[in-house]
Antibody, heavy 125, light 107 residues
Framework: QVQLVQSGAEVKKPGASVKVSCKASGYTFTSYAMHWVRQAPGQRLEWMGWINAGNGNTKYSQKFQGRVTITRDTSASTAYMELSSLRSEDTAVYYC??????????????????WGKGTTVTVSS | DIQMTQSPSSLSASVGDRVTITCQASQDISNYLNWYQQKPGKAPKLLIYDASNLETGVPSRFSGSGSGTDFTFTISSLQPEDIATYYCQQYDNLALTFGGGTKVEIK
């Protein structure tokens, strides 16, 4: 079955970087894009960016531009999200989610159909 | 960035009640609107895509409607297992934003 397995919880100090992985199985990794979404405690979901797993093209939220890097390793069917210059406000659960695409006669539409279980990142001195 | 205003932020209803959540976009997003359900400690789950299409396997008591800037999500008959927070999410120019969420509780 289609599955996204994320790496384990991380504890980081302010100013450090964190790299979270998301291993895909059950489908052709390079045929889909992958989103990264985070959720701080008690807060709304927050989109960070996505990567086209086929060609490696990325798009980032303006909020995280310059601090986030999303990459992929096609041989390992794994996407990565690295966030740098961490601060306490980056304490959150980080999710990867597969981007699904559909089409009507007139347009394409997109949604996130499969999600990882999330990786907790705690930033604390 | 397009802002998504979701209301109410929370609601309490009885089992069997009809529940309605609204989501308003700060500009026209056509049908580019999805709805997710998130239970505590769990990842979000897709319920509705492209404003009104029910994801496979999702119960038919869930529905969505709207286009442009105003969207509605409805649970026709609230069930105990529907206790969760619901989020709308738009995509424009392949950049995404989520609404603030609606926490649904049983009265």
């Amino acid at each position: 079955q289609v599955q996204l397995v994320q790496s384990g919880a991380e504890v980081k100090k302010p100013g450090a970087s964190v790299k979270v992985s998301c291993k895909a199985s059950g489908y052709t990794f390079t045929s889909y894009a992958m989103h990264w979404v985070r959720q701080a405690p008690g807060q709304r979901l927050e989109w960070m960016g996505w990567i086209n797993a086929g060609n490696g093209n990325t798009k980032y939220s303006q909020k995280f531009q310059g601090r986030v890097t999303i990459t992929r390793d096609t041989s390992a069917s794994t996407a990565y999200m690295e966030l740098s210059s961490l601060r306490s406000e980056d304490t959150a659960v980080y999710y990867c989610a597969r981007r699904q695409v559909g089409a009507t006669r007139y347009y394409y539409y997109y949604y996130m159909d499969v999600w990882g279980k999330g990786t907790t990142v705690t930033v604390s001195s | 960035d397009i802002q998504m205003t979701q209301s109410p932020s929370s609601l309490s209803a009885s089992v069997g009640d009809r529940v309605t959540i609204t989501c308003q976009a700060s500009q026209d997003i056509s049908n580019y609107l999805n709805w997710y359900q998130q239970k505590p400690g769990k990842a979000p789950k897709l319920l509705i895509y492209d404003a009104s299409n029910l994801e496979t396997g999702v119960p038919s008591r869930f529905s969505g409607s709207g286009s442009g800037t105003d969207f509605t999500f409805t649970i026709s008959s609230l069930q105990p297992e529907d206790i969760a927070t619901y989020y709308c999410q738009q995509y424009d120019n392949l950049a995404l934003t989520f609404g603030g969420g609606t926490k649904v509780e049983i009265k």
